[in-house]
Every structure is written in structure tokens, then in C-alpha cells.
């Protein structure tokens, strides 16, 4: 099991950077953090270290030369936002590294560019040649167009699939918070930090999705979610407190701060992980007990026999989920039929496909190399 110790050798490094760190307690951009920050990243680069920054922002920067006090609560209006304060924060990031002499670049993602397969490897190959260069990508979710996203601020996820898609070394995410807790502590005052975790799954399920700050629009199941697919990728995490003085340099040094995400020692393909979180399901699939324990327990694929029914208009080689029936999320996988012919396969042995369909494709509706448990 990887410990904090050899987050030592980490050579590229993904630094997710919240909202609420970005300004200060009067949510005006925090020039003495951005400063510090630029510091430490100058150090990092002196030492051969490759980093990647997502930062968050535009929404607060925004608010803050507009003199707007409460965030306003439709899309458009949000969208707008992002617009005006993008260019504004980049320039901050600009003003605190080239005082360094470090060159940066803005970089803004939507979910649908890591999701569409020709998109991901432009957004790869782009941010490589800058890696390259040396120049410091500075990315932000793209909030002036992705609609959905900026409901959930997502920059949290969006930093583990930067992370995965540039097979990192290190996830770092730094926030308000000192950790992850074991319970709320807005609720007891004496809770203490989870200092290790590696069961993140058991975590989420006991989470819910709130904002934790007046700016800031994603909270710890964000950070959970982003947690658990680096983890699967093999790739470790730390959440931490941003405005703690060189809180980089010491979680680069396997300092005890924050809480330490550890990753699976076998860790998915890309190709799975691409199936599990980059590609929206284009409809269900509803299985028995039985399929469902040979999924989890006994690794197999899923066959015709198992199926209950299908939901959704779904063809060959979509994305779908797989659900027990109550409605529990299991797996998603690559679909050898459509929901169609699956409708007419289902509860049938594999055998008897060909005389059911009049030909047959595989054996499996869904075979275990395209598919992944979640």
C-alpha cells in the first residue's frame, strides 16, 4: 500500500484550487495567497516538477469587480459571471507568476471534452506541449457554456479527470477545510480529520452533496467523487487546507497534513475508467440477483439469462448502466446489443440467442472486459 511518505517521488502534480481559496474572508481575489502560491509552484519547477493548476474562480472574480454580494441564481446569469471574471483571474495568475518568471496558459474544459474520445486527446496532446514547455496550464471548467456543469462545480472532478487523462503522479486538492472529517463539524466541534482513507466508497454513500461556502458551489462529495476516481486510476490524493503557509512543499515532503486518499495497488485501464465516468449512459439495464452476484463476487460478464428488462433507447456499443432491482447502481459497460434485441434475449442462455434473434453477435450482452463496477 502507497504511503504519504513516497508522495516524494511525485513528478507531475495536479493542484485543484477552490473558490473559496482564491479570495479572502471579504471574497475579493487573495493576492498574498496567489503570491505564496506562485512561490511554491516556482520551487516545485527549480526541483523538475510538473504542475498542472485547476483552479476555480470566475464566478467570485466576477462578483468581485462587479460589486455583486450574492450570487445570482440562474444560469445565464452565472454564465455571465464566468465570462467577465475569467479574464480577470487569469490576469491575476499571470501578475504573481511572471513575477517568477513562470509562463502559464488558460485552458477551459467542458465534461463533454473529456467524454468525446476525439476531443480527449486533443485536450491531451495540448496540454502535454505545454507540460513540455514548461508553461503551467491553468484550466478552469468552461462555466460560460457548460450549463449543466456549473449547477454541480465540478472543478473537483474535473481535476481528477486532468489527473487521469495526464496520468499524474498526485492529485492535490486544496480547500477551506483541513481534511476530510469524520463527521460535520459545522454540527461538532470536537470532530477530528480522517487522516488515511481507503475505502473512499463507503464515505460517499454517507455524504450529501451541500456547498460548503458562500462562493464556492462544490462541496466534500465533490471531493469525495474526484477522490475515488483518481484512486481507481492508481493515482493518490490529498485534500487540504489551502491557506496553510508552504502546504504544498509539506504534503511533497509526506508531511502528516490533510487527509491522504490511498489508490488502488491494481488500478483500472483507461479504457475502463473512459467507460465509468467519461461517457453518459445512454439507458439501463435491470438485472437479478443472480447476475448480480456474478458481477461482483465472481468477476464474470453479463449474460442474456440475468436480464430483467432494459430502459432507455440504447444501440450497439453504447455506454449503459447496470442496476439490481432496487434500483442499486452496479456496473456500466459496453453493450453488445441493442435494448431492442436485448428485450428479446432476456432471460435466455446464451445458446439460445441465435434461434431468439435469428443471428447472434457474442455470448454476452456484456462482456467483463467492457465493464466496470461502481
Partial sequence: MLTRNEIKKSKRIVIKIGSSIVTDENEVIDERFLNHLAEQINFLQSKGKEIIIVSSGAVASGMMVLKIKEKPKSISEKQALAAFGQGYLIAKYNEFFSKFGMLIAQVLLTSEDIADRKRYLNAKNTLETLISKKIIPIINENDTVATSEIRLGDNDNLSAEVACLLEADLLIILSDVEGFYEDDPRKRKSVKIIDTVTDVGKYIEKVSNLSGSKVGTGGIY????AAKKVMLMGIPCVLAKGKMENVILKILKGEKIGTFFVPLEKKISHKKYFIAFNVK????????????????????SLLPSGVIKTVGNFDVGDVVEIEDKKNNKIARGLVNYSAVEVEKIKGAKSSEIEKKLGYKYEDEVIHRNNLVLI
Fill in 222 to 225: 465533490t471531493k469525495l467523487q
Fill in 281 to 300: 449512459p445512454k439507458g439501463k439495464i435491470i438485472i437479478d440477483d443472480g447476475a448480480k452476484e456474478a458481477l461482483i463476487k465472481r468477476g464474470k
